[in-house]
């Protein structure tokens, strides 16, 4: 094996940069947020909710711009029966923060919210909040240990060195700086990672683009040169799949606590509406260089370069055809450069994914479901502690587990499928409860693991109309294997079937107990007729009183805490005069409800 010393001193240096930022932002703003006695452990959360335009659109835009977007995006271009019209990440990512800026961000900002469960857990209760938890953990670390996975495999191909190696200190880097940091470290180390992605990228093009083993890439769109056609279809058997993954992209993209960490760190509701727009456009651009390269790809001669007469199609190479283009096409210091990029994109994504599990598991399990009473400084200590064991979980994965791409296909799913229509629920609907809640948590399962999932070599045992048998070349066997395919826009269908159950079922059970047609002794989830059920079923989202939010479900248990726990999800630091007025316009019940 052959170790490039340039490509190791490229890292070295990209990793170097990096560090040295992340460092730098977490002393810089080490003390941010005291003068206006924020806690520390949400500064960690939401960086003091006083991210600007600058750093706030780079790091939105790194909630989707990493290792698996750029080279996801490169991959389906280039793939024969996929192409341009596949590669659907940088227009599905950029419409769902189109359309989480344009619904989702303002209520969330504007009510002062610390993670993308407190919704939950406020309307729902704790342990609702608990079991979303579940899909919404599987997301983060899968998501993370697959964009590790990708790395380990990209600096195998151009630098021969050790996988595990490059995985694990890429991995240690990321985890340090968030532990080191929290939101300040990933934002700014966002920023930088996000300009190395671009320059990179677009340092390798025009050498790609220009050597003799590339054909004319307009060309290649619309002919068959060495491969069918760039550009791509979309067959009229597979249009209710397209859009079925479409809709995943899109709507299924806004649940995510890495994208709301960034829309409650906005200095504004107004800030994250604008940052999600910027951020959208920063999608479509940063997949740009992406796609070019994947159209390189289909429209060169491998059997005039240094990669062979095997095109990395027929080699199943076809997930590595970026690093592939830039060993291959570009000469050696300008691959190197570009791999800096690609390392730095799947960074720009780990830490975000770490710090907002961790996040979450401080805040809405730790703090609020266990341990109400937890000091500051505890809760500090339980965000340290779950970025090293969540950052460690991902790597071990990432190391070891074949199929971390199956089980992030699923998890992301489940997220779309499960949270999704949940969230509208709790900021939009009124009405709903912890009975709904649970009946379309189950729905949803049930319904989306039905389908199956071929990646993952797990069977359907819900056979969706339109259903065919294909047989495919196993990913991890090399084994040639009959996989049920489901044509039917099931994951859609399940998420509306989800929302639908979750209505259903709570207007039921609204009815069933407060008409007394079942005794109120049965109502064990405490969610219609116990004590507080007023603020629970009338109030979709929010109890105010003097601006701050009462929380029945986190009652105090001492005296001294009351003021701690009555502003679980709102400060009254973090808002303007209008977006209190705003609110009130916008909650279907601003009064407060008295026990």
């Known amino acids: 094996m052959t170790i490039h010393v340039e490509g190791l001193v490229a890292i070295a240096i990209f990793y170097l940069l990096i560090l040295v930022v992340g460092i730098w932002a977490a002393w810089k703003n080490k003390h941010s947020g005291e003068a206006e006695g924020t806690n520390r452990s949400e500064t960690i959360m939401v960086g003091g909710r006083d991210i600007g335009l600058f750093v706030g659109g780079f790091t939105m835009t790194a909630t989707w711009v990493g290792g698996g977007y750029i080279n996801g995006t490169a991959e389906y271009v280039y793939l024969p029966d996929y192409g341009l019209a596949w590669a659907q990440a940088p227009f599905g990512y950029a419409l769902s923060l189109v359309v989480g800026g344009l619904f989702f961000a303002k209520p969330m900002r504007s009510r002062g919210y610390v993670t993308m469960l407190d919704p939950f857990q406020q309307i729902y209760g704790k342990r609702m909040g608990g079991l979303l938890f579940i899909p919404a953990l599987m997301g983060e670390i899968f998501w993370s240990a697959a964009i590790l996975s990708a790395l380990g495999a990209t600096l195998s191909v151009i630098v021969d060195i050790n996988i595990k190696m490059s995985v694990v200190i890429s991995a240690l880097i990321a985890i340090f700086y968030t532990l080191v940091g929290g939101l300040y470290s990933v934002a700014y180390t966002d920023v930088v990672q996000l300009i ?19 054909s004319d890439i307009t060309v290649t769109a619309v002919k068959q040169v060495y491969q069918s056609p760039w550009r791509g279809s979309i067959g009229k058997n597979d249009t209710w799949v397209w859009i079925d993954n479409f809709c995943l992209l899109m ?28 951020a959208a456009f920063g999608c479509l651009v940063m997949a740009v260089p992406s796609v070019l390269i994947g159209a390189i790809g289909a429209s060169t001669d491998w059997n005039q370069t240094s990669y062979g007469a095997i095109a990395p199609k027929d080699r199943d190479q076809a997930d590595m055809i970026l690093p592939i283009v830039l060993q291959h096409l570009c000469p050696p210091f300008v691959s190197f450069f570009g791999l800096g990029a690609v390392s730095a994109a799947v960074m720009s994504s780990a830490d975000s994914s770490i710090l907002s599990a961790s996040s979450m598991f401080a805040r809405n399990i730790y703090q609020l479901a266990f341990r109400q009473s937890a000091s500051d400084r505890e809760i ?39 949270i999704f229509p949940q969230l509208i629920s709790v900021l939009f609907v009124k009405g709903t409860n912890t009975y709904g809640s649970v009946a379309a948590y189950l729905f949803g399962m049930l319904l989306r693991i039905g389908g199956g999932e071929p990646y993952l070599r797990m069977p359907p045992f819900i056979y969706y109309p339109g259903w065919t048998t294909e047989q495919r070349i196993h990913h991890m066997t090399g084994e040639m294997e009959d996989v049920v395919v489901q044509k039917f826009p099931f994951k859609t269908v399940s998420m509306l079937a989800s929302f639908l159950g979750n209505v259903a079922v709570s207007y039921l059970a609204k009815y069933l107990f407060e008409s007394g047609k079942i005794s109120h002794k049965y109502d064990f989830l405490d969610a219609v007729v116990s004590k507080h059920s007023g603020e629970i079923m009338d109030k979709t989202t929010l109890v105010t009183r003097e601006n701050n939010i009462g929380l029945s479900e986190m009652a105090p248990v001492k005296p001294r805490l009351s003021v701690t726990l009555a502003a679980a999800f709102k400060r009254r630091d973090t808002l303007a005069a209008e977006t209190v007025e705003e609110e009130d316009e916008s909650s279907p019940d601003s009064s407060h409800h008295d026990e």
């Open 196 to 214: 190395c992605i671009f320059i990179g990228l677009w340092i390798s093009v025009p050498f790609a683009l220009t050597n003799p083993a590339v």
């Open 380 to 418: 500090v200590w339980v965000m340290r502690i779950t970025i090293f064991v969540f950052g460690g979980l991902a790597t071990v994965m990432a190391l070891v587990t074949g199929t971390v791409y199956g089980l992030w296909y699923l998890s992301s799913d489940l997220v779309y499928v499960i």
């Open 251 to 278: 709507l299924g993209g806004i649940p995510w606590q890495v994208y709301f960490q960034r829309v409650l760190s906005a200095s504004s509701a107004t800030y994250a509406q604008v940052l999600s727009f910027l």
